[in-house]
């Protein structure tokens, strides 16, 4: 085999290699895996479990499939509202109203950022500073 042959075989080998591995980097970077952020709408990464730029997190859903409720969607962040709410109310009635505060001003952040009403006043004054926190109107 001549010198000029085993070059060429060596440069194509090469190519269909370098082809390959374009192809499979494509098909890892393809739109469908990228998760969005539902707040800012920039690309997540897929192990982040809320958006890193703007704090948004998916809304976690129960569905049911059996039952008395079957086929119905509950979203678990309104039960989670709910069940802060229940341990606000105690802790006022017991007196220890400033303990609270902080599980109830995180519940509140969290149901500001998945509302769209928020999102859109973020967008429309293009701010990122928030708004008023209602634990500093309270103290
Ligand atoms: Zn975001």
Redesign the pocket.
Known sequence: MSTGALIALIVVAALVILGLLVLVAKRNASATQQKI?G????V?LPVWTK?L????SPVAKLQFILGPMANQVLALSEERWNAVARYGEAMIAVGAAADALPALEEAYWESARQSPAYREWLERTGTSAPAPAPAAALR
Not at 39 to 42: D, L
């Open positions: 952020c707040g800012c709408r920039r997540m958006c730029f703007c704090g948004w």
